[in-house]
C-alpha cells in the first residue's frame, strides 16, 4: 500500500498517542503520588517501581510518534504497544482478584490501555490484509 493511500487518520492516532504516553509518562515520574492522592489509594513504597513504569510508558510515547510517520512500516511497534494495552488490564484484572491492588488502580486502564484497542487493532488489521509481515 503506498503510503498516499495509508488512511491519514492512523498517523494522527499514532502522535495522540505518542503525546498521551510522553504526557503521563512525564506526570508519573515527576509527581509519583499524585494519582494515589487523586483515587485514594495509599501510595507504594517504592514510588521509584511506579517511576519505571512513567518511564516505560513514556518511552512506548517515542515509539508511537515515529510509527506515525509511517504506520504500515513500523506495525511492530504498534504491536508491541497494543500487546501491552492488552496484558496490561489481564493483569489488572489478576491482581484485583486476588486483592492484591484496589479498583480504583483500574482508572489507568481507561485512558493507558482500552481507548486505544480500537485504532490499534484497525491499524494491524490493515497491515494483516496487506499481508504481514511487511518487509522493506
Known sequence: MKSES??????QVLK???????????WVILLPNHFFELVGI??????????????VVGVYGLGYWW???SPIRHWPIIAV???GKLFGP?????????DLIPGA????????????WLPFILILNTVRKMGWPLRD
Open 6 to 11: 495509508i488512511p491519514n487518520w492512523m498517523g
Open 16 to 26: 495522540i498517542a505518542a503525546v498521551y504516553n510522553i504526557v503521563w509518562g512525564a
Open 42 to 55: 495509599e501510595p507504594p513504597l517504592y514510588t521509584v517501581i511506579w517511576q519505571g513504569m512513567g518511564m
Open 67 to 69: 510509527a506515525s510517520h
Open 81 to 83: 504497544g497494543f500487546l
Open 90 to 98: 489481564i493483569g489488572f484484572i489478576l491482581s484485583y482478584s486476588q
Open 105 to 116: 488502580f483500574g482508572y489507568t486502564l481507561l485512558t493507558n490501555d482500552l481507548v486505544w
